[in-house]
């Protein structure tokens, strides 16, 4: 049997990146999955290969009339819904200090990371409810814990909010059998990452704040994800989990 048997899962941003792992990780053990992304043909082709067990949905997190459809996807495909994985999310290279904010850059990195994980939750928690509970798990970042001497100031406020928005919710629908969390990855090895940090002195003075000696990597993400929304999680409620390599309790 695998962990997630009996799971109908709504991932975002499962285009790409820890989504589409994540999609392939649930699919592997157990769950019925619909895969979301805002590039249909990304979505596609995460669920290619996954059999009549996935479905993929093209999605803009911050409309909320898609929002509504990919829920009602997931319900009228597969009759309920009882994990929702709020992964999309995006970092602009250009975010920098608020001294140096462009507006535009805010604005966006606000409506996908913030407001399209509040849509999520609206469309999303109602059926969870319905089916009689379930898992709402949500990506924030360690920056949302504590400062960072590169300032990604709109990167960082917004999943702070995350975080405070997971508790909120934790308090609000745990009595309905709702429990929702918050993973706050470190850095994780991605190509934009290894586009970042080009320079070689700046990956180095990066992984010198990694107690573990390397960067993170989408499978140190995906499977806490798994635990999260299988049945081991029902009284993990509310947590903002750091799978961050030791970056967040390094003094130096």
């Given at each position: 049997?695998g962990?997630?048997?009996?799971?109908?899962a709504?991932?975002?941003?499962?285009?790409?990146?820890?989504?589409?792992?994540?999609?392939?990780?649930?699919?592997?053990?157990?769950?019925?999955?619909?895969?979301?992304?805002?590039k249909?043909?990304?979505?596609r082709?995460?669920?290619?290969?996954?059999?009549?067990?996935?479905?993929?949905?093209?999605?803009?997190?911050?409309?909320?009339?898609?929002?509504?459809?990919?829920v009602?996807?997931?319900?009228?495909?597969?009759?309920?819904?009882?994990?929702?994985?709020?992964?999309?999310?995006?970092?602009?290279?250009?975010?920098?200090?608020v001294?140096?904010?462009?507006?535009?850059?805010?604005?966006?990195?606000m409506?996908?990371?913030?407001?399209?994980?509040?849509?999520?939750?609206?469309?999303?928690?109602?059926?969870?409810?319905?089916?009689?509970?379930?898992?709402?798990?949500?990506?924030?970042?360690?920056?949302?814990?504590?400062?960072?001497?590169?300032?990604?100031?709109?990167y960082?406020?917004?999943?702070?909010?995350?975080?405070?928005?997971?508790?909120?919710?934790?308090?609000?629908?745990?009595?309905?059998?709702?429990?929702?969390?918050?993973?706050?990855?470190?850095?994780?090895?991605?190509?934009?990452?290894?586009d970042?940090?080009?320079d070689?002195?700046?990956?180095?003075?990066?992984?010198?704040?990694?107690?573990m000696?390397?960067?993170?990597?989408?499978?140190?993400?995906?499977?806490?994800?798994?635990?999260?929304?299988?049945?081991?999680?029902?009284?993990?409620?509310?947590?903002?989990?750091?799978?961050?390599?030791?970056?967040?309790?390094?003094?130096?």
């Open positions: 049997m962990r997630l048997d009996g799971k109908v709504l991932i975002t941003g499962a285009g790409s990146g820890m989504g589409r792992l994540a999609a392939r990780a649930f699919v592997d053990e157990g769950a019925l999955v619909v895969a979301c992304d805002l249909e043909a990304a979505a082709e995460t669920v290619a290969d996954l059999g009549e067990r996935a479905v993929a949905v093209a999605a803009d997190v911050t409309r909320e009339a898609d929002v509504a459809r990919m009602s996807t997931a319900v009228d495909r597969f009759g309920r819904l009882t994990v929702l994985y709020n992964n999309a999310g995006i970092f602009d290279q250009a975010d920098e200090s001294l140096t904010m462009d507006e535009a850059v805010w604005d966006r990195t409506a996908i990371n913030v407001k399209g994980v509040a849509f999520c939750c609206k469309h999303g928690i109602p059926e969870l409810i319905r089916a009689g509970g379930g898992s709402v798990i949500n990506i924030a970042s360690f920056v949302a814990l504590m400062g960072c001497t590169v300032p990604q100031d709109a960082t406020a917004s999943k702070g909010a995350v975080v405070s928005l997971t508790r909120s919710l934790a308090v609000q629908f745990g009595p309905q059998g709702v429990r929702a969390n918050a993973i706050c990855p470190g850095p994780i090895e991605t190509p934009l990452l290894r970042l940090l080009k070689e002195n700046k990956r180095r003075v990066r992984l010198s704040r990694v107690p000696g390397r960067f993170g990597q989408p499978e140190d993400v995906v499977s806490l994800s798994v635990y999260l929304a299988s049945d081991e999680s029902t009284w993990t409620n509310g947590a903002a989990l750091v799978v961050d390599g030791g970056i967040s309790v390094n003094y130096f």
